[in-house]
């Protein structure tokens, strides 16, 4: 059985257009993917990535503009990072300050770090690293050698660390590479950007649901038979993994952690180009097989957006 890493973070937001020029725009990532909830086909699904929409490198979002706030707290994902290449964060800093987004650094294990929160108040961090060469910038106003370049990691907020660390450990063949602040990090594979997790206990609240929230975190798979072994190892920790279900995109099984976190398992296809041309993603609102009769309906329900190629969904 192998994890790859990170495959996908999913988070809430408010507004959909805010969300696309925030992360579209301000922090240039390229908006791989305009379909819909699966779950809940009356609202959006929103992909970014890198370049190539490169898994390890996508941030979604399900926008519910008329939702209360969530609240960041424990038993989720409490920050999302992205690589940047080193001597970037002065170039963002500006950048974002330019903006009115308010940012703050520091370091850790040895890295730059930049904090700042999306516009819904998701926790965002820019990390200075060396990308995983995997990741490719995409084309925008944010220069080449500032682009983000992948997730970095994703901390988890927890309530205690021994049992989810030693899920991860024990089953999933991640390994503990460091403790900083009473902060453990953990990797996989190879330890590259996007193959680390961090485990930390914050006296917080448990997190509400909502938009500025992590919905789930999904961990790579390269394929279905791959999946199926990671769903095992968590069947033999006494977890309670899904079925696998179809995600057009990809195949998923889900479960609560150790830590109450939600996990997803994702394989890395069949991908992003099953239903659009590699140079043409996210130029109109896809709808899985299954939901396409229904596509009147939903358009229906579905706010107006701009995208940052100058079409207006639905």
């Known amino acids: 059985m192998s994890i790859l890493g990170i495959h996908h973070i999913t988070a809430m937001s408010g507004d959909p257009q805010r969300n696309v020029d925030f992360y579209a725009g301000l922090l240039g990532l390229r908006l791989v993917k305009v379909t819909v909830n699966q779950d809940d086909p009356g609202t959006y699904h929103l992909y970014y990535g890198d370049g190539a929409g490169t898994p390890g490198s996508i941030l979604t979002f399900f926008p519910w503009p008329q939702a209360f706030r969530g609240r960041n707290g424990i038993f989720a ?3 999302t990072a992205f690589t940047v290449r080193p001597g970037s964060l002065d170039f963002w800093e500006e950048r974002l300050i330019k903006a009115e987004v308010p940012t703050m650094r520091s370091v850790r294990f040895g890295e730059n770090v930049l904090h700042l929160t999306d516009p819904d108040g998701l926790n965002i961090e820019l990390i200075e690293s060396t990308p995983d060469p995997r990741f490719v910038p995409h084309v925008s106003d944010v220069p080449a050698e500032y ?3 992948g997730f970095h990691s994703a901390t988890e907020w927890l309530k205690n660390l021994p049992q989810p660390e030693a899920f991860l450990t024990e089953r999933w ?10 902060r453990v990090r953990l990797a996989v594979q190879e330890g590259l950007p996007h193959q680390l997790i961090d485990l930390t206990t914050p006296n917080l609240e448990a997190t509400k649901t909502g938009p500025g929230a992590v919905h789930h975190i999904a961990f790579r798979v390269a394929d279905a038979e791959q999946e199926l072994m990671a769903r095992n190892e968590a069947l ?30 994702a394989t890395d296809g069949p991908g992003w ?12 609102l896809v709808l899985p097989p299954w939901l396409e009769q229904h596509r009147p309906q939903i358009e229906l329900r579905l706010p107006k957006i701009r995208t940052p190629h100058g079409v207006t969904l639905p």
């Open 173 to 182: 063949g991640y390994r503990r590479v460091g403790e900083e602040d009473g």
């Open 273 to 284: 180009t099953v239903d659009e041309a590699p140079d043409a993603l996210a130029h109109k």
């Open 236 to 265: 033999a920790f006494g977890l309670q993994p899904t079925e696998p279900i179809d995600r057009f995109y990809f195949k998923s099984v889900y479960f609560r952690s150790p830590g109450s976190v939600l996990y997803e398992i």
């Open 147 to 149: 682009a983000l370049l």
């Open 77 to 79: 994902v409490g920050a």
